[in-house]
Nanobody
Framework: QVQLVESGGGLVQPGGSLRLSCAAS????????MGWYRRAPGKARELVAS???????NYADSVKGRFTISRDNAKSTVYLQMNSLKPEDTAVYYC??????????????WGQGTQVTVSS
């Protein structure tokens, strides 16, 4: 069984920074894409940023220039550095991973979610 454990959310003032982490644990062959999604109250879940195993990155337009996604393949961990935070970034942030538990199987996993609140 694969688990994604997130950490790093919290309350921050506008203009502040937070760093989210998501570590994959359990038995698996490898992890392909990893990413961060968010769901704000009353809104649909949206992709924030994603990163392939090789390091190719994609960002939502709303976070470009402010957020940075990175990963440590040796630690099976993905990070999201969030700078210049705005109230509209307030949401529950979810980690996502495309995991190959074995060479012949593939599953998508989600973290439990971590709340990020940007407010003065």
């Amino acid at each position: 069984q694969v688990q994604l454990v997130e950490s790093g959310g919290g309350l921050v003032q506008p203009g502040g920074s937070l760093r989210l982490s998501c570590a994959a644990s359990g038995n698996f062959f490898t992890i392909n894409d990893m990413g961060w999604y968010r769901r704000a109250p009353g809104k649909a879940r949206e992709l924030v940023a994603s990163i392939t195993k090789a390091g190719s990155i994609n960002y939502a337009d709303s976070v470009k220039g402010r957020f940075t996604i990175s990963r440590d393949n040796a630690k099976s961990t993905v990070y999201l550095q969030m700078n210049s935070l705005k109230p509209e970034d307030t949401a529950v942030y979810y980690c996502n991973a495309d995991v190959l538990p074995t060479l012949l199987s593939r599953n998508e996993y989600w973290g439990q979610g971590t709340q990020v609140t940007v407010s003065s």
